[in-house]
């Protein structure tokens, strides 16, 4: 990109991606390996045996979500990810209340990955506090960020391969050392409370399969590269391809851990149940070594979610979320790299803030999130369809309108789940509802009692494409 100064004519990131490289970018970003090795360990000591049950039914949970985002962003493919796709199917005041709540889950989804690097760093006696551990990571991740984004393909290109076969290992330690009770364990699922076996009730189950659900999912994210990439209307099959590669890289290892441990009690009782999963098996040189390989793969998680979020961001800033100032200040561009600046500086600040929030708080409010996401994921592939906004694309969701009505179902039961836990399930849902309300009056009273009010707007090509001026009004 050619350097330039900042009109009134927002800025463009060079088309410079295949789908390759966009699979590569989505894997690293929403990393099955920090699903499994960081936020599934919750899940683990949370639902006991009950994980590899609630892994195969989350998978399918999620193949339903994501088949619908899929979709949205198939008609819509700009870095407003699945924000931006919802308000083109659904209108501009979904997409600007789901763009504002996304501000408060963005910071806590890439602090959970930092987090966990200093777990795994841990056997190798740094100097450092745990939290002193994560300030570094993301000061580090924030400036490899600014590098172009072709030079991050390759980087977590690299890194991902070492994440795959960190998980690849422990899913075959598993199955190699599998257990004789393992079967009855996963088809009769219990759970370790207070170092006592009890069963893994409905409500236990439930909040694991939600929880894994949302650890399956963030294959959408691929939006937030494809104003990169040089063919994006391919987009909604790459969404489905990285979905289907992530169900198997995440499944097989906490089925492994499940089926394999010699100990179940004292891995399931272990704040870092994976470290001592493998230590049963391996040497401590070879611990050492995966330890070093999970804490690359949390990195590259981060490194990517930064470069993707960033644009996400910048797209904020374009569709004049905000302030005109501040606006300009999140589509300022490093001509060199084509990185948003302002806006990955910003993400790094709010990352680390977050540090100082439980693990626990932080995946329920997230999975809160996502549960409130599919709502408009439903409204939007039935909004679309009617209006031929969705569905005329290079990929619609199979067998409509079975999926979004079991979509509807899926969110009835996240519902009920999150609300039978009234430690933290139901402030979940109370607080992610807080948030999107906050969202919406922020569009109704700020946004449009502007001028002319406030429309959503694209890239200029996606809104040409779309029926929309370049200009954001409607056609």
Same mark, same amino acid.
């Given at each position: 990109m050619t350097s330039q100064a900042l009109t009134d004519d927002p800025p463009k990131f060079t088309r410079s991606l295949s789908g390759l +490289?966009?699979?590569?970018?989505?894997?690293?970003?929403?990393?099955?390996?920090?699903?499994? !090795?960081?936020?599934?360990?919750?899940?683990?000591?949370?639902? +006991?045996?009950?994980?590899?049950?609630?892994?195969?039914?989350?998978?399918?949970?999620? &193949?339903?979500?994501?088949?619908?985002? =899929?979709?949205?962003?198939a008609a819509y493919p700009t870095a407003g990810y699945d924000y931006a796709a919802i308000g083109h199917a659904v209108g501009d005041w979904a997409g600007?209340?789901? &763009?504002?709540?996304?501000?408060?889950?963005?910071?806590?989804?890439?602090?959970?990955?930092?987090?966990?690097?200093?777990? @795994?760093?841990?056997p190798f006696g740094l100097p450092l506090s745990a939290n002193g551990i994560t300030f570094v990571t993301v000061a580090v991740i924030t400036a490899v960020s600014l590098l172009n984004i072709r030079a991050n393909e390759y980087i977590t290109g690299i890194f991902m391969l070492i994440e795959i076969g960190a998980l690849l290992l422990v899913a075959a330690i598993g199955i190699w050392h599998a257990q004789p009770q393992a079967a009855a364990q996963i088809l009769h699922p219990v759970h370790l409370s207070n170092g006592i076996w009890l069963a893994a009730g409905i409500g236990i189950t439930g909040?694991?399969? *939600? *929880?894994?659900?949302? =650890?399956?999912?963030?294959?959408?994210?691929?939006?937030?590269?494809?104003?990169?990439?040089?063919?994006?209307?391919? #987009? +909604?099959?790459? #969404?489905?391809?990285?979905?289907?590669? $992530?169900?198997?890289?995440?499944?097989?290892?906490?089925?492994?851990?499940?089926?394999?441990?010699?100990?179940?009690?004292?891995?399931?009782?272990?704040?870092?149940?994976?470290? $001592?999963?493998? +230590?049963? @098996? /391996?040497?401590?040189?070879?611990?050492?070594?995966?330890?070093?390989?999970?804490?690359? $793969?949390?990195? *590259?998680?981060?490194?990517?979610?930064?470069?993707?979020?960033?644009?996400?961001?910048?797209?904020?800033?374009r569709t004049r979320l905000f302030a005109r100032p501040a606006n300009r200040a999140l589509m300022r561009l490093i001509p060199r790299t084509d990185a948003p600046w302002v806006a990955i500086a910003l993400i790094g600040a709010s990352t680390a803030a977050a540090t100082y929030l439980p693990l626990k708080f932080k995946v329920l409010l997230l999975s809160g999130n996502y549960t409130i996401i599919t709502i408009f994921y439903v409204w939007g592939v039935f909004a679309g369809r009617r209006s031929g906004r969705t569905g005329g694309h290079a990929y619609r969701t199979p067998i409509f309108p079975l999926i979004p /009505?079991?979509?509807?179902?899926?969110?009835?039961?996240?519902?009920?789940? !999150?609300w039978l836990d009234a430690e933290q399930g139901r402030k979940s /849902?109370?607080?992610?509802?807080?948030?999107?309300? =906050?969202? @919406?009056? @922020? &569009?109704?009273?700020?946004?449009?009692?502007?001028?002319?009010?406030?429309?959503?707007?694209?890239?200029?090509?996606?809104d040409a494409a779309t029926h929309k001026g370049g200009d954001g009004s409607r056609a």
């Open positions: +490289g966009v699979i590569i970018l989505t894997l690293s970003v929403l990393s099955p390996g920090v699903s499994v !090795l960081v936020s599934g360990g919750s899940i683990l000591q949370q639902a +006991g045996t009950g994980t590899a049950l609630a892994f195969l039914l989350g998978s399918l949970v999620c &193949y339903c979500q994501t088949s619908m985002a =899929a979709e949205l962003g600007a209340t789901c &763009y504002i709540a996304s501000i408060a889950s963005v910071p806590l989804f890439l602090n959970t990955s930092a987090v966990g690097i200093a777990i @795994y760093l841990h909040i694991a399969i *939600n *929880n894994a659900s949302w =650890a399956l999912a963030g294959s959408s994210q691929a939006l937030m590269f494809s104003e990169d990439m040089k063919r994006p209307e391919t #987009i +909604g099959r790459i #969404i489905m391809l990285a979905f289907a590669i $992530t169900v198997l890289l995440e499944t097989a290892p906490m089925i492994g851990t499940v089926v394999g441990s010699a100990d179940l009690k004292s891995v399931l009782g272990s704040d870092a149940p994976f470290e $001592t999963f493998l +230590g049963q @098996y /391996l040497p401590g040189f070879g611990l050492k070594l995966v330890s070093l390989s999970i804490a690359i $793969t949390i990195f *590259n998680a981060c490194l990517a979610g930064f470069v993707g979020i960033g644009r996400n961001v910048f797209s904020m800033g /009505l079991l979509g509807i179902g899926i969110v009835i039961a996240e519902v009920v789940v !999150l /849902l109370f607080v992610c509802g807080g948030v999107y309300a =906050a969202a @919406y009056l @922020y &569009y109704r009273f700020v946004l449009m009692r502007r001028p002319g009010g406030w429309v959503m707007t694209g890239p200029e090509d996606i």
